[in-house]
């Protein structure tokens, strides 16, 4: 088995080094997902938007916007569903 150093970075950009047998890192930071740095302002960070909490606020912000647009639509298309008579199992005569 070969000894590695840890390769996690902190925030404030020092890297961890601890000794460790996983090439992942040690036993504290080995499950810890890797950190970008914020696409504006270069700090790191762990975000799915890839930007700091600072920069994230308008990508959030149309996220959340998107997924409640969906929700309108689904339950606009549930209530249509539910409201319009199927034509084909209806016995008028035509």
Wanted: with cysteine; glycine share 6%; hydrophobic share 30%.
């Amino acid at each position: 088995m070969a000894f590695y150093s840890c390769p996690h970075t902190y925030i404030d950009g020092r890297i961890c080094g601890k000794g460790s047998y996983r090439q992942e890192g040690c036993p504290l930071h080995w499950k810890m997902r890797l950190r970008n740095p914020c696409k504006e302002c270069g700090i790191p960070t762990a975000s799915i938007y890839c930007m700091c909490v600072k920069h994230a606020g308008k990508y959030r912000n149309k996220s959340n916007y998107h997924k409640k647009k969906q929700a309108e639509l689904r339950a606009k298309i549930v209530m249509l569903e539910n409201h319009i008579p199927d034509l084909l199992d209806s016995r008028h005569e035509v």
